[in-house]
């Protein structure tokens, strides 16, 4: 029995070649092999590492874009609203507004940005932010920025059309010698009214959303330069408005 296992054991350290000699296992091939299995090991590790780096960091992104897209989203449509702290109307902002707003006014009208960084910026320029936005979601609104200009205008005879939206109108009367200005009327609606004669300049109050047609009532010749009638004149171009929110 000693005998038989001791003749397994031979054949299992050698192995006959076809010509009939042993072939043994190198040393050599085993010291090269274990190096490139320990590399392999290494570079498995690594992939692995950065797999789960990568799934992490694209669920926490994917968990908080939904809640940026819903800060950003209602804060631009607060900012476009009637009532909003930039506009006059809705989707129409203010120049004079829009040039004053800040971090502390975005703080102080916009509740989440004082628990978010946010950021606004109109067609490129950024008005007011709250904190780092490099990362974050933006939403865009489309609006129109109204900016007001001084503008002064004469009737063509004894009447002139003002356009929408004019404001802060006066109306400056100097007849010549031999002539009269009784009445002035706003689309038929009484705005001055003096039967001995109308002279100097008056403050008149005219429609909002409407044109405005000025007529002279008067005796006598109206030559150029008798009337003339300065107020505000809306100006308005369009732009993008941006927020961005980084959670």
Same mark, same amino acid.
């Given at each position: ?100 707003? !800040?971090?502390?006014?975005? #703080? +102080?009208? /916009?509740?989440?940005? @004082?628990?978010?960084?946010?950021? %606004? *910026?109109?067609? =490129? &320029? ?8 490099? !990362?974050?979601?933006?939403? #865009? +609104?489309? /609006?129109?920025?109204? @900016?007001?200009?001084?503008?002064? %205008? *004469?009737?063509? =005879? &004894? ?89």
């Amino acid at each position: 029995m000693g005998s038989r296992v001791c003749t397994a054991a031979k054949g299992l350290a050698s192995v006959k070649t076809a010509s009939g000699r042993e072939s043994k296992p190198s040393p050599r091939r085993a010291q090269t092999t274990l190096p490139a299995v320990g590399i392999a090991l290494v570079l498995l590790t690594v992939v692995t590492a950065l797999g789960l780096a990568m799934a992490d960091s694209a669920i926490t992104g994917a968990d908080r874009t939904p809640d940026e897209r819903r800060v950003a989203a209602a804060t631009a449509d607060l900012l476009v609203d009637a009532d909003g702290p930039l506009t006059d109307r809705a989707n129409v902002l203010n120049q004079s507004r829009v040039a004053s707003f !800040d971090a502390a006014a975005l #703080r +102080r009208t /916009a509740p989440p940005a @004082r628990e978010y960084a946010v950021a %606004v *910026e109109l067609d =490129g &320029t950024r008005l007011a932010a709250t904190g780092d936005t490099v !990362d974050g979601t933006t939403i #865009r +609104r489309l /609006a129109l920025v109204e @900016r007001r200009t001084r503008a002064t %205008v *004469e009737p063509n =005879g &004894t009447s002139v059309t003002l356009p929408r939206r004019a404001e802060n109108a006066t109306v400056t009367i100097t007849p010549p010698p031999g002539t009269s200005v009784w009445t002035v009327r706003a689309n038929d609606r009484v705005l001055l009214h003096n039967g001995s004669g109308l002279r100097g300049t008056f403050a008149v109050d005219l429609p909002t959303y409407e044109t405005t047609q000025l007529q002279f009532q008067a005796a006598g010749q109206l030559p150029d330069g008798s009337v003339r009638i300065a107020y505000d004149a809306p100006r308005t171009t369009k732009a993008t408005l941006a927020v961005t929110v980084d959670a």
